[in-house]
T-cell receptor, first 111, second 111 residues
């Protein structure tokens, strides 16, 4: 399917476990982004990538790891999940200088 | 990054125009003014953007003050479906395309 997809849409995990959230886009957009959204904090940028093999930190990168070996995929890994990482995670993509397109989000609960 | 200031919330009646204000007194000459909105339980979506001149598209109009220190997003005829959080964002040209979201304005539409 065309567009930007995220998987899983819902995930429950336990403290200390590793979790990977997937993001896939079919437009070959060069830029990809990960945000988290918590009640009272709005959307905060975690990591972003300008192209394959190029990533950079956003506002709240601690506790997260990203990779971008292919243009279309931008997985986000929580190496050792904590309760404070319970959130809704949004992935987005864009062509340089143009609007960002957002995925439907992944709701992550860390028990 | 230059900051924007928006009211926390606004109300409007259905089928009437809505004017959503945004102040950005520290805007630089290379900053574009972008608006996104987030409908309930969805990811943000692009609405409109501009640099100096007023802009119109099928979703809304953007009126930019002559000194560029403020702008107004105009929804010409609000519907219940326009109830959302609206974000005014400054995006630097020729930078790394990242967007820093503020708290936005929660727009309530009254039937």
């Amino acid at each position: 399917d065309a567009g930007i997809t995220q998987s899983p849409r819902y995930k429950i995990t336990e403290t200390g476990r590793q979790v990977t959230l997937m993001c896939h886009q079919t437009w070959s957009h060069s830029y990809m982004f990960w945000y988290r959204q918590d009640l009272g904090h709005g959307l905060r940028l975690i990591y972003y990538s300008a192209a394959a093999d190029i990533t950079d930190k956003g506002e709240v990168p601690d506790g997260y790891v990203v990779s971008r070996s292919k243009t279309e995929n931008f997985p986000l890994t929580l190496e050792s999940a904590t309760r404070s990482q319970t959130s809704v995670y949004f992935c987005a993509s864009s062509v340089s200088g143009r609007e960002q397109f957002f995925g439907p989000g992944t709701r992550l609960t860390v028990l | 990054d230059a900051k924007t200031t928006q009211p926390n919330s606004m109300e409007s009646n259905e089928e009437e125009p809505v004017h959503l204000p945004c102040n950005h007194s520290t805007i630089s000459g290379t900053d574009y003014i972008h608006w996104y909105r987030q409908l309930p339980s969805q990811g943000p979506e692009y609405v409109i953007h501009g640099l100096t001149s007023n802009v119109n598209n099928r979703m809304a109009s953007l009126a930019i003050a002559e000194d560029r220190k403020s702008s107004t997003l105009i929804l010409h005829r609000a519907t219940l479906r326009d109830a959302a959080v609206y974000y005014c964002i400054l995006r630097a040209r020729n930078r790394d395309d990242k967007i820093i979201f503020g708290k936005g304005t929660r727009l309530h539409i009254l039937p």
